[in-house]
């Protein structure tokens, strides 16, 4: 999905982890949402799905985009400057990373941390060795610093490396 700001930049909401997303719960939602995840049968994620609204944060203009009953709803802060990644994760550069790295048909791609100082986005492999080579290098890194949520390195569509084991 695409969002498009006032200020004309286009806001992308294509995968997971996002350090310009957050998810808005009201506060008369609140009790509602631990309610409904503490129920019989309910679950976190089915609760947060209801209750929840998407934010999002336009990296140009550093406008708020709040997404309610699939309208778009803008507001600016009164220092743009000030508020530069205002819905990143309260961890800072602390935030445990995913660590992707994939090999198909003859391409090969590493990526991890997007948002955060320690981040990467390398797809100039020309083997696979080359792949599981850096994305060794970056695990042992992230791991060793205590940065790595979870981490996994495919070659074919197969899965060659998962970290933590499942």
Known sequence: ??????????????????SYKAHLVAD???????NAAKSV???????????????YQCSACKRL????DDEVHAFSADDPAQANQVLRSVEGEQWKRNLRARWRNGRGE????????????ETDFATWDAVETRYFEVF????????LRESVLDRESTTVHIWPAR
Request: net charge positive.
């Open 65 to 68: 985009l709040l997404l309610f």
């Open 1 to 18: 999905m695409k969002l498009n700001c006032p200020c004309g930049n286009q806001v992308s909401d294509t995968t997971d982890l996002l």
């Open 140 to 147: 042992r890194r992230l791991k060793k610093g205590g940065l």
């Open 28 to 34: 008369q939602d609140l009790d509602d949402l631990v």
């Open 41 to 55: 049968g309910g679950g976190l994620r089915d609760a947060v799905a209801r209750y929840r609204r998407h934010v």
């Open 110 to 121: 590493v990526w991890w941390g997007f948002g955060v100082e320690d981040q990467g986005f």
